[in-house]
């Protein structure tokens, strides 16, 4: 894979370090990903906790696109795990080929968490991001809990207590798509 697919990221949440690999595959046109692509599938897959789905709101290509990519993920990784679908460049509204309520409904549908961003004004990624990671920690901390494990339920959070993700706009990063 090339090193601009991949992003690393250490953040805290609830005092935890945790350390996040992601993966971009929009890097790539249409023909290297289902040609090379598809020859490393489980890899990109192999132990994913969250999965967020990034249409462009501007192009109604790429939200018909979402439909494969979902089934793709769910072949290939826990039936548990964290999908956000979002629609980036909400910042383009006269632009706009998907409408908001398109994206909420297929979401809906399909048992996903839904969100609309714009990467140009850094309008929710942060958010977005923040979501999927609480999301994911309560069902670690969860499964925790579940098997037993006394040193992660002291860390599960009491009822109704807040779970910080600190700024995720000042983590550490590494192999970003910039560099």
Not at 9 to 31: A, E, F, G, K, R
Not at 32 to 42: E, G, P, Q
Not at 100 to 129: C, H, I, P, Q, W
Request: charged letters at 20%.
């Amino acid at each position: 894979m090339p090193n601009n697919c991949k992003l690393c990221m250490m953040i805290h949440v609830n005092s935890s370090l945790c350390w996040i690999q992601l993966y971009c595959c929009c890097c790539q046109n249409d023909y290297t990903r289902t040609v090379k692509y598809r020859a490393i599938t489980s890899a990109y897959y192999r132990g994913a906790v969250g999965a967020l789905l990034v249409y462009d709101v501007t192009r109604h290509s790429t939200f018909e696109n979402v439909e494969r990519w979902l089934k793709e993920l769910r072949d290939h990784t826990d039936p548990n795990i964290v999908v956000m679908l979002i629609g980036n460049k909400s910042d383009l509204r006269h632009l706009v080929a998907v409408s908001t309520e398109d994206g909420k409904s297929f979401a809906e549908r399909e048992s996903l968490y839904f969100m609309e961003t714009s990467a140009l004004e850094s309008t929710n990624v942060d958010n977005a991001f923040a979501e999927v990671l609480t999301q994911i920690y309560h069902i670690v901390s969860k499964k925790a809990v579940e098997a037993g494990d006394d040193g992660a339920a002291s860390a599960v959070p009491t009822k109704g207590e807040k779970i910080n993700v600190d700024d995720v706009s000042a983590v550490k990063t590494v192999g970003c798509c910039s560099s």
